[in-house]
């Protein structure tokens, strides 16, 4: 049974924490988020939003009957949420616990974020009660969450063969791609799959302009990628690992790449390379352009 109520710190182990509206989107994010807490071990935690967002129009006053309404459909929808990970995840005995919340759906997860393991949301929602699509929130939470954050789309695929694909992660070669990279070994090691690491070598993000001498270039930047490597190499030698280094934009780059992909692991900020993209205009592009699940790493010393 669902603990309605019941928060992710009340259980020693970290969970993983998924957005539940009552969108597509949202509850693929559910199955992911399930399927994940299985191959990590921990439980899932659910999380509704049932308050009316500002904003939206003249502000209305919720009677007594409304706000019983509006909790009874939280509670629903969790329901029916917690039955989706159940189904995704068969055979498994995973801990699912719930929580309906009056709080905005944005800052209930950032509090989450302080003790979860990771962040599960939709690219895009129904927020309260089908008021309109709330995209921002994905985006939201990315920049402000003290955890890995995974952004899921309605479409994403969870059938055997994507299950076989590789783990893409983009390294830019500072400390900031770090946490992506391990955390993107992990995620192959536990599927059982390759991993493909791409370095986007342009820091443009304009103009096409041609790379000179850039068969130099390309030896010096496949070198460091390979260093950048070697450690996580050798502590998952059974993870076989293809190395990328192209010179065009990191957002086209990472685009092409993520249709072979069944994961994109990124930074969330950097020198000019992927970790860079999710800053700004550039950052909501990318999150509601790539089909491919994508989970966004802040640096340690960030969190």
Known sequence: MADHGSGPQEHSEALIVAAADGSPSA???????????????????????????????????????????????????????????????????????????????????????????????????????????????????????????????????????????????????????????????????????????????????GLDIPVRNWDSARASAEAELAENLAGYCERYPDVPVQRIVTADRPVRSLLDASDDAQLVVVGSHGRGGFPSMLLGSTSNALLHAVDTPMIIVRARDAR
Request: a negative charge; proline letters at 4%; charged letters at 15%.
């Open 27 to 205: 509850y693929r994010a559910v199955a992911w988020a399930a399927v994940e807490a299985g191959m990590h071990h921990c439980g899932l935690h659910l999380v509704n939003s049932w308050t009316i967002p500002s904003g939206f129009g003249p502000e209305a006053i919720a009677t007594e009957n409304d706000l019983r309404w509006m909790r009874e459909e939280g509670e629903r929808i969790l329901t029916e949420a917690a039955h989706v990970a159940r189904t995704a995840t068969p055979g498994h005995e995973l801990a699912i616990t719930t929580e309906a919340t009056d709080l905005l759906i944005v800052p209930a997860l950032i509090t989450q974020s302080s003790t979860a393991r990771m962040l599960v949301v939709g690219s895009r929602g129904l927020g309260a009660f089908q008021r309109g699509l709330l995209g921002s929130v994905s985006t939201a939470v990315t920049r402000h969450a003290q955890c890995p954050v995974a952004v899921i789309h309605a479409d994403t695929p969870l059938d055997v063969v994507s299950a076989g694909r590789p783990v893409l992660v983009g390294v830019d070669g500072t400390g900031n791609s770090v946490a992506a990279v391990e955390l993107a070994f992990d995620e192959a090691a536990r599927r059982e799959v390759g991993l493909t690491a791409l370095h986007a070598w342009s820091d443009t993000s």
